[in-house]
């Protein structure tokens, strides 16, 4: 299995949710939905400290019912989303001083790493009273660790052709990529996807949570088997790698 640079960490917590731990042991949660998901573990619904929360768009299985606004609430940390989706946390009563709106393109200095806000394919909104407003856009994000090491989270998006630009200018070193399929890239897109992206460490995530997402790592393997060099890691939620 490959092997992290020393003092980094990645915690699958399910779906796509994902705890980043880096060398100055900073704690970076991307899309906490916690309490109401299914595949969260329990010691995971309380995520403990984190010292920045990272949105990539704010459907209900990224933020969770009420997850992102009471961990944002409690835990102080810097909050960083696109635009609208701040301007909506605010609107929720997160502190307007620990959020950090902004867009594709963008680049911000949070707990010690580099995080760039890249693009992605995909609807953003969210449900509240019972309806569905404008969030903005949706996003990906690569984290850029303070040893150079570089993670990208594909949030939900479809492939894309900026996944190359993605790939030339920021040159991500693993992706936590979605293979479900439906709502997302499915494993021929998310293959095409690592081709673009220049990847050769990655690890599927937003598939099997429900019946619809029924794409695999396996079907994922095959479809990527022309990368050579190429690992597929499969991490259960609770599961960590580093």
């Not at 060398?23 to 969260?40: A, E, G, M, T, Y």
């Not at 029924?214 to 095959?222: A, V």
Request: proline share 6%; charged share 20%.
């Amino acid at each position: 299995m490959a092997e992290l640079p020393n003092g980094i960490k990645i915690t699958c917590v399910g779906h796509a949710t994902f705890i980043l731990e880096t060398p100055s042991n900073k704690r970076l949660i991307i899309d906490p939905w916690l309490k109401s998901s299914p595949v969260c573990p329990d010691e995971f619904k309380d995520p403990g400290h984190v010292d920045a929360i990272l949105v990539t768009h704010a459907h209900g299985d990224h933020i969770g019912d009420g997850d992102l606004v009471e961990l944002a609430k409690s835990s102080g940390a810097p909050t960083v989303a696109i635009n609208e989706t701040a301007m909506w946390l605010t609107s929720k009563g997160v502190d307007e001083s620990n959020l950090v709106p902004m867009n594709i393109g963008g680049t911000v200095d949070i707990a010690g790493c580099r995080v760039h806000m890249t693009a992605a394919v995909h609807s953003n909104s969210i449900e509240d009273g019972g309806k569905a407003i404008s969030a903005g856009v949706a996003a990906s994000f690569v984290v850029e660790f303070e040893n150079g090491y570089k993670i990208y989270h594909s949030g939900d998006t479809a492939v894309t052709a900026d996944m190359a630009l993605i790939g030339k200018l920021l040159e991500p070193d693993l992706g936590l990529l979605c293979i479900g399929d439906h709502f997302t890239m499915g494993p021929r897109s998310a293959a095409e996807a690592i081709r673009m992206l220049k990847l050769q460490t990655v690890i599927p995530m937003h598939y099997g949570t429900f019946p619809v997402l029924t794409g695999t790592p396996e079907q994922l393997r095959q479809e990527a088997k022309d990368i050579d060099g190429l690992e597929i890691i499969e991490l259960e939620p609770g599961q960590s790698l580093g």
